[in-house]
């Protein structure tokens, strides 16, 4: 079965990482030490451009999330788009909060983000967005809701590797911002979850107690994939070009292609079945049809074999 439905990175690990993770085993018996965790943490710390003390790693970004929402969404509104990888919303209801969703709509997916500036509010952002691959929110935007009283925002650059666009240096400035990044992308890690958090003072409160951590094989397979950058970028240089290739390739095939900041495509299939024929084939992609639109599905881009698999798939549909 080809998997181009979890937006995972195609390529394995460098050969650094498996070295490291391999060496790591041997002490599989400890936590690790604190010693690690600063390494890791100083070297996220060169990518935030900000001190090592507003970081934070944990096994996945909505581990991330889940206390600031505990934390922070009593008597506030908790926004995000609809459809949205955000896990954890349950958290909302729980600590008393309200959850707005905004629905996406095509063709541009716009946002009115002006009626946002109301009120206290949690707003929750990918950047790009998922599943549209879109920037859907300026940096100017983005500022003017900073701006606003009793207004948190945590955006989630999971797709940074692959389009360079980044708020994380807004960190230092707005205390009521924070910023997630992840390693299961270009680097390669989706198997061990190492995502991080560049978070100003205000949303570090939700961590004073518990902060997160993550286990020392992570730890080391995280420091030596950052010691090797070369490589995710090489990833995701590969990725990019395959995406384009695909974006013409399915167009010509008549599918409605969105313009995409990230490693997957957003189409319109003339297919509606689409997604159940290609799983008769072996292949996978998320269907949105149950839950957002009929005939939108999102594509992951895969290696060239996984690609042209999907392509060949497809032409004969």
Not at 240 to 251: D, H, I, Y
Request: proline share 6%; hydrophobic share 40%.
């Amino acid at each position: 079965m080809i998997d181009l439905s979890a937006n995972e990175c195609p390529y394995p690990p460098s050969p650094k990482v498996l070295r490291a993770v391999s060496a790591s085993l041997e002490t599989l018996n400890r936590y690790g030490t604190r010693d690690q965790q600063d390494t890791l943490k100083t070297m996220l710390a060169k990518l935030a451009d900000g001190p090592p003390g507003h970081l934070l790693t944990a096994h996945g970004t909505d581990a991330l999330i889940a206390p600031i929402l505990t934390q922070f969404s009593k008597d506030r509104a908790v926004v995000t788009t609809s459809p949205t990888h955000f896990g954890n919303l349950g958290l909302v209801k729980l600590s008393g909060g309200k959850l707005k969703r905004i629905q996406l709509r095509p063709p541009d997916f716009r946002i009115d983000w002006q009626s946002l500036m109301t009120g206290p509010q949690l707003i929750l952002l990918s950047r790009p967005n998922s599943p549209t691959g879109q920037n859907l929110i300026t940096r100017t935007q983005l500022i003017e809701l900073l701006e606003q009283e009793d207004t948190l925002v945590v955006v989630d650059e999971a797709g940074f590797d692959y389009c360079q666009e980044t708020v994380i240096d807004l960190v230092s400035r707005y205390p009521n911002l924070a910023v997630t990044r992840t390693l299961d992308k270009a680097y390669g890690l989706a198997g061990l979850r190492v995502s991080w958090m560049a978070a100003g003072a205000t949303l570090l409160k939700a961590f004073e107690n518990q902060p997160p951590t993550i286990g020392q094989v992570a730890c080391a397979a995280a420091i030596a994939a950052l010691e090797d950058p070369s490589y995710a970028r090489t990833n995701a240089g590969m990725t990019v070009s395959e995406r384009n290739r695909m974006a013409e390739a399915l167009e010509a095939l008549g599918f409605q292609v969105f313009d995409s900041k990230s490693n997957f495509l957003l189409v319109k299939s003339p297919l509606p079945e689409l997604g159940f024929r290609l799983r008769q084939e072996g292949i996978l992609i998320e269907d949105f049809s149950g839950v957002w639109i009929e005939g939108y599905f999102r594509v992951t881009i895969g290696s060239k074999e996984e690609n042209d698999a999907l392509l060949a798939a497809v032409s004969k549909l």
